[in-house]
């Protein structure tokens, strides 16, 4: 299971999402099959973090999303790295 982060530079906003198929995911966000990324496409993948079980990556998923400084620190660490 992967943790992914996307970031739309048209848009200047980032997409946390978990999924098993990276690369069909991806082809669905910039196709404008999910709701709320379809207006900000096109996406790249800025990020991935790994994990064995799914619950991991949705515990981790869960908490960037609802912890405001945990991923502000994050995104300042994937933009000052570099490009992927």
Not at 50 to 57: D, L, Q, S
Request: proline share 2%; glycine share 6%; aromatic share 10%.
């Amino acid at each position: 299971m992967v943790l992914y982060i996307l970031y739309s530079d048209t848009a200047d906003r980032h997409y946390i999402g978990i999924t098993s198929d990276l690369g069909a995911r991806l082809t669905r966000h910039n196709s404008g099959e999910v709701r709320s990324t379809k207006a900000y496409r096109p996406w790249r993948v800025i990020h991935i973090e790994k994990y064995e079980e799914k619950t991991e990556a949705r515990k981790r998923e869960i908490f960037l999303k609802k912890t405001a400084g945990a991923r502000k620190a994050l995104y300042e660490q994937i933009h000052s790295g570099p490009i992927v």
